[in-house]
């Protein structure tokens, strides 16, 4: 019998591949998506028909648990969160009570209603923070530096929680930065491509940045959502770090989207804008995924010149289309 799964954030990067690799897998796939003035369905629209989409929202138990009930799912992903640092500081109250307490909500209410279904939250290498070690992996201590980071501590622990309190099958995915042409606009790579397609096609004239300095570990999405399936298949929960094992500056990743636009001199199009810097910041970020290449078999295949490749691709023919 085909499985069923239960997709939180499904409107978002992550959650709309995830959907395409359940669908291409034969799972009904469910998701959850909160009421908008605007739906925000461009990530799914190709995928619309085939999705079963059940009202609700992480600051809602109610509507998670009517969720549960409507689905049954035997794989829960839970992907919806306020996911961007930058906006945690400014919102912390409304991301702890979506990313952190959200978690609970979930968790409780699977506890309820399906406590056999598998589990997947989606942490994050900004646990990490304040890096104690580089690489980092599954028992590196954590240092959260914004408020997102504190919010996905807490929702993190609490799932080690649940799996040990009621053994339920619940894994952490502490996931490095990945993107895709799905990233919001507001992250960096986003902003620095779809800035760059506007300055090649003659539409903008410079972009604004922050700090170039910090390092990040930048993989592709479609690979990531992989990895989160593979971490349900296994008999046993666990937590793993996915991440490429490399780590670069933001100043690179500008420097490669000027260059694959056709731009060299790229420092006379940034401009630097003390807005953009964080109150905190977290300066590297690398992985060390040795444990999921082991146990899941995973590997991350794109690599930073490729990746920047296809992302200024796809803005350049959007922006210039
Ligand atoms: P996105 O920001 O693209 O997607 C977030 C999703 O969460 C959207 O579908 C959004 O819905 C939904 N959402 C936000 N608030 C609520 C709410 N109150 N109730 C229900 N749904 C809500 O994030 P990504 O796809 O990039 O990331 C997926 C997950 O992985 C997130 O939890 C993120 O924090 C985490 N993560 C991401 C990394 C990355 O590099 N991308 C790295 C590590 C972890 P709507 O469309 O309505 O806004
Ligand atoms: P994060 O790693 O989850 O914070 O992902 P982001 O893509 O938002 O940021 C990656 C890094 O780029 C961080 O160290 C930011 O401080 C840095 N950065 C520099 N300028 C900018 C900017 O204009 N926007 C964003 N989003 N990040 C920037």
């Keep these: 019998m085909a499985k069923t799964a239960l997709v939180t954030g499904t409107t978002g990067q992550d959650g709309s591949f995830l959907s395409e690799l359940l669908l291409s897998k034969g799972y009904e796939v469910c998701g959850l998506v909160r009421r908008l003035s605007s739906p925000n369905i461009t990530n799914i629209q190709h995928v619309m028909k085939d999705l079963r989409l059940l009202d609700g929202d992480m600051t809602d138990q109610t509507s998670m648990i009517t969720a549960l009930k409507e689905s049954r799912p035997d794989e829960i992903y839970n992907l919806a969160a306020q996911s961007f640092v930058a906006t945690s500081f400014r919102q912390p109250v409304l991301t702890a009570d979506v990313n952190g307490l959200g978690a609970v909500r979930l968790l409780e209410a699977a506890k309820e209603v399906v406590p056999d279904a598998r589990i997947y939250q989606a942490s994050t290498s900004e646990l990490f923070g304040l890096v104690r070690e580089t690489p980092q992996n599954e028992n590196t201590p954590f240092h959260p530096r914004s408020p997102y980071g504190v919010s996905k501590l807490f929702a993190y622990w609490a799932c080690v929680n649940y799996r040990e ?71 046993k929960p666990d937590d793993y770090v996915i991440g490429t094992g490399e780590s670069h500056t933001v100043r690179e990743f500008v420097e490669l989207a000027f260059r694959e636009a056709g731009i060299e001199k790229w420092d006379k199009y940034v401009r630097t804008d003390p807005k953009h810097f964080r109150p905190a910041e977290v300066q590297t970020l690398c992985a060390d995924p040795s444990k999921a290449r082991n146990v899941l078999g995973w590997r991350a295949k794109t690599r930073l010149p490729e990746l920047v490749k296809i992302m200024v691709k796809a803005d350049l023919e959007r922006v210039g289309g």
């Design 165 to 235: 309190a009621y053994e339920m099958h619940v894994s952490n995915g502490i996931l490095y930065n990945h993107e895709s042409s799905r990233r919001g606009l507001e992250f960096l790579t986003r902003k620095v491509t779809d800035g760059v397609a506007r300055i090649a096609k003659g539409k903008a004239t410079h972009i604004e940045l922050g700090n170039l300095d910090p390092k990040r570990d930048w993989g592709y999405a479609p690979e990531y959502v992989d990895a989160m399936w593979r971490m349900l298949q296994q008999p």
